[in-house]
């Protein structure tokens, strides 16, 4: 069904779906049922959906640096923020 989904788009739609509608989201699809979808970074927080100081976001430390800290309880912590 995926590549039902992926032929039934022509190449500008494809093109417009790699490189994004803006820096953190991708355009709507209508024809296939996609609403635009809006990215975040990851692992290390989530940020709003636009890039101002407005917009509220959060970042934490990387889960590497949270790992060499050897908390469970502050790993624990992160995650539920998360």
Do not use: E, F, N, Y
Request: aromatic share 4%.
């Amino acid at each position: 069904m995926p590549d039902d989904i992926v032929d039934a788009l022509d190449l500008d739609t494809k093109a417009r779906l790699l490189s994004g509608q803006d820096m953190w989201s991708l355009p709507a699809v209508p024809g296939i049922g996609l609403r635009s979808v809006v990215m975040s970074d990851g692992p290390v927080g989530v940020r709003g959906v636009r890039w101002s100081a407005d917009d509220p976001s959060l970042a934490l430390p990387s889960p590497t640096a949270l790992a060499a800290t050897w908390d469970p309880a502050l790993a624990r912590r992160a995650g539920r923020v998360l």
